[in-house]
C-alpha cells in the first residue's frame, strides 16, 4: 500500500511540474560569449594548413575579453599586467553563424562551427584583404 501511494504521489508531483505556469527566462547566445558582464576566452587552438600556430606555453598565449558592451579585448597572457591589450568590438549573427570582430584597420569574420559554455569553434572566413583560411577554438579560461 505504501508503495502505490508513493507511485502516485511521484506521478502527481511530476505531472503538477511538468503543467505549471513558471516561465523560464530565454538564454540568448551573446551570453555564452560574455556572460552578462564579461567572460575570458583562451585562444586554445589556430589551425592554419593542418598545423597549430598556437604556443604550447601558457605565457604566451592570447586571450579574448568579450563584454555586454560589444566590445572585447585581445591580449598575450605574458602582458595581462602591462597592457591595455588591443580593443575592438564584436557582433553576433546567430541565425546565420556568424561572428565579426572587428580592431582599429582589421575585420576578422568568422563562420560558427559551435558554440557552447565551455567551447567556441570558429572558422575564419576568406574577407578582401585576407586570402588565408583556419580554425580557431576558445575555451573559457581554465581554473590552474
Not at 587552438?45 to 593542418?50: D, L, S, W
Not at 605574458?78 to 580592431?103: H, M, P, V, Y
Request: aromatic fraction near 14%; hydrophobic fraction near 35%; proline fraction near 2%.
Amino acid at each position: 500500500m505504501n508503495k502505490v501511494l508513493f507511485i502516485i504521489l511521484l506521478v502527481f508531483s511530476s505531472l503538477n511540474s511538468c503543467v505549471s505556469d513558471r516561465h523560464f527566462k530565454k538564454v540568448e547566445p551573446y551570453y555564452l560569449f560574455h556572460d552578462n558582464s564579461s567572460k575570458v576566452w583562451l585562444i586554445n587552438h589556430v589551425y592554419k594548413n593542418g598545423k597549430d600556430e598556437v604556443p604550447l606555453s601558457m605565457k604566451f598565449k592570447k586571450i579574448f575579453v568579450f563584454h555586454k558592451t560589444r566590445n572585447c579585448y585581445m591580449y598575450q597572457t605574458s602582458d595581462l599586467n602591462e597592457n591595455q591589450g588591443k580593443k575592438g568590438n564584436f557582433s553576433l549573427d546567430i541565425a546565420n553563424k556568424k561572428l565579426e570582430i572587428n580592431f582599429k584597420n582589421v575585420d576578422w569574420n568568422f563562420e560558427i562551427e559551435s558554440l557552447s559554455e565551455e567551447k567556441i569553434l570558429l572558422k575564419s572566413i576568406k574577407g578582401e584583404k585576407d586570402s588565408s583560411f583556419y580554425k580557431m577554438e576558445l575555451i573559457s579560461f581554465p581554473e590552474f
